[in-house]
C-alpha cells in the first residue's frame, strides 16, 4: 500500500493536521521553529536545532520541555522515509484574544515531514548569483537572530525576484549586510573568514553556528562577527551562503554589482563539512 507522506504531521505527539483557531502561533506568530535535515534517518545538527528553540522559547516566554521535543521528534522519524525535513514548530498554545500572554498556557509542539529537494548540483560546482534587495530589516535587539515564528521581512523581500536568482541579499536600515532570505551569508578577506552580526536583526542560522564555533577553527581560521557594510562586502576575496539544509554554496555574483571567484578557501571549508556530514555532496 502507497503512504501519503504529504500528510505526515503530530501536533503533542498525535498524528494531526489541525490546529486550534485560537492558537498564539497562528494569531500572532507567538513562537518559534526549526527546519532540521534528515539523512539516513539521522539528524547531524539536531543538538543546535534544539538548543535554538530553547533559546528562542524561553525569550518569547514559552515553557518548553526538552524531553518532549526529542520524544516527538524521534518518533515521526519513525515513521517517516529516511531522506528529507522535519520542521519543527513551537508556539504558546491556545489563550483568549488579545496580546497578553497570562501563563501557563499549553505549549504546542507540531512536527512536519516534508520530502528534501537537493539543490542542483551546478550551483555548488559553479556556484549562484544574488539578488540585492530593495526592502530593509527593521531593528530589534530582543528578537535579533531568533528563527520566530514571524517571516514577514523574508517574505516580502523573496517577492521581489523571480528564479534567476539564487537567494537576496538582506541588508538592515543602515545598509549593512546582514544575512540572505534563508541563508547566513560569509566572506574570506584577509586569511578570515568574516560573518555579519545578527544582534540586532536577522537570523543567526545552525550551519553558521556550527561554521563558527566548531568548522572554521578547526581548520585553523580566525572568524569575526562584525557590522558589514557594501563596501566591504564588495572587497571580499570569496563570498559563500550556507543553512543546515543545503551546506555550504558559492556565491560568484550579487547582480552587475560584483563578481567573485570560486575561491579555493570555499572549496576547502565545504569538502571538510562534506568530509563530517555526507549528507551536503
Known amino acids: ?18 490546529v486550534p483557531i485560537m492558537d498564539r502561533g ?6 518559534v ?4 535535515r534528515i539523512s539516513a534517518g539521522y539528524s547531524s545538527l539536531l543538538d543546535l536545532h534544539i538548543s535554538r528553540l530553547i533559546n528562542g522559547a524561553k525569550i518569547l516566554g514559552i515553557p518548553i520541555d526538552k524531553t518532549s521535543i526529542e520524544t516527538y521528534f524521534y518518533d515521526l522519524i519513525k515513521l517517516s522515509p529516511s531522506e528529507g525535513i522535519i520542521k519543527i514548530i513551537i508556539t ?17 509542539y ?22 540585492k534587495c530593495k526592502y530593509r530589516l527593521p531593528y530589534s535587539p530582543i528578537l535579533g537572530g531568533l528563527k520566530h515564528l514571524n517571516r514577514l521581512d523574508q517574505i516580502i523581500a ?45 537570523v543567526s542560522g545552525v550551519m553558521r553556528e556550527y561554521l563558527i564555533n566548531i568548522l572554521l577553527p578547526s581548520a585553523g581560521f580566525k572568524i569575526k562577527e562584525v557590522k558589514l557594510n557594501m563596501d566591504a562586502f564588495l572587497l571580499a576575496d570569496e563570498v559563500f551562503i550556507c543553512n543546515s539544509i543545503n551546506g ?32 551536503y555532496r
Open 1 to 18: 500500500m502507497k503512504v501519503d507522506y504529504s500528510s505526515l504531521c503530530t501536533i503533542n505527539g498525535e498524528m494531526e493536521t489541525k
Open 26 to 31: 497562528l494569531a500572532y506568530g507567538h513562537g
Open 33 to 36: 521553529f526549526e527546519t532540521i
Open 92 to 108: 504558546a498554545g491556545s489563550g483568549q484574544r488579545g496580546y497578553a500572554y497570562s501563563k501557563p498556557v499549553d505549549t504546542c
Open 110 to 131: 507540531i512536527m512536519q515531514w516534508f520530502p528534501i529537494k537537493p539543490i542542483p548540483l551546478c550551483d555548488k560546482r559553479k556556484g549562484v548569483a544574488l539578488h
Open 158 to 202: 523573496r517577492a521581489e525576484w523571480s528564479d534567476d536568482f539564487y537567494d537576496g541579499l538582506m541588508l538592515d536600515q543602515d545598509d549593512n549586510i546582514i544575512e540572505c532570505t534563508s541563508n547566513n551569508i560569509f566572506i574570506f578577506k584577509n586569511e578570515s573568514w568574516i560573518t555579519p552580526k545578527t544582534d540586532q536583526c536577522g
Open 248 to 279: 555550504i554554496i558559492p556565491v560568484v555574483s550579487v547582480e552587475n554589482l560584483c563578481k567573485f571567484p570560486l575561491g579555493e578557501e570555499t572549496k576547502r571549508i565545504n569538502s571538510k563539512l562534506c568530509e563530517k556530514f555526507s549528507c
